[in-house]
């Protein structure tokens, strides 16, 4: 059966374009629905360009209470009964409670290799720590940050010339081939890691 797959963003969305844009033909799976908690989010508009559903939860007036903004997220996401849940730039951290209730069901592109650069700014860390190699990594979401099973990674060489920003320029490069390909395999089943050199 084709798999439903709802797609979270908090900005321009290039992954989820690319997503989107490999769900045809033979694919195993659909988007149903693009989710945001930033109105002005890039992704959104492009989703209805393309006439995918879209919701807007904003996080603002939830402040600092994570499960009230997870309840109405959970809430506006029930009608279009996502299988998959895909985190491509969603930029904020969600609650044990939410990744319960999604654990096998959800994943998430990271810009390192994990385990190595958690959290942000891992451009600036890999190039501070002297690293020749770097990449991004697709895994499962599970409470911890940054932290469940991985099902790929991506890695290129670091060059001498190298910038945070041109290092996240070429990752993001690899991560529109690594996304597509991994939920291509999740979405049938295939949990096993894939390994590109870029
Ligand atoms: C991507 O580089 C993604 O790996 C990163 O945000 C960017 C979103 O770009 N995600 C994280 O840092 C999550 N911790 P996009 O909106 O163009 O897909």
Known sequence: ???RVAIFVSGGGSNMRVLVEDMIGDHPARPCVVVSNNPAAGGIAWAKTQNIPTIVVDHRPYGADRAAFEAALTQALAPHAPDIICLAGFMRK??????DAWAGRMINIHPSLL???KGLNTHARALEAGDTAHGCTVHEVTAALDDGPILGQASI????????DTLAA???VQEHRLYPQVLRRFAAGDRSPLFLQG
Not at 157 to 164: F, K, S, V, Y
């Open 94 to 99: 969600l609650t044990q409670g939410f990744t």
């Open 1 to 3: 059966m084709i798999k």
């Open 170 to 172: 070429r990752i993001l």
């Open 115 to 117: 385990p190595k650069y």
């Open 157 to 164: 060489a670091i060059e001498d010339r190298d910038t945070p």
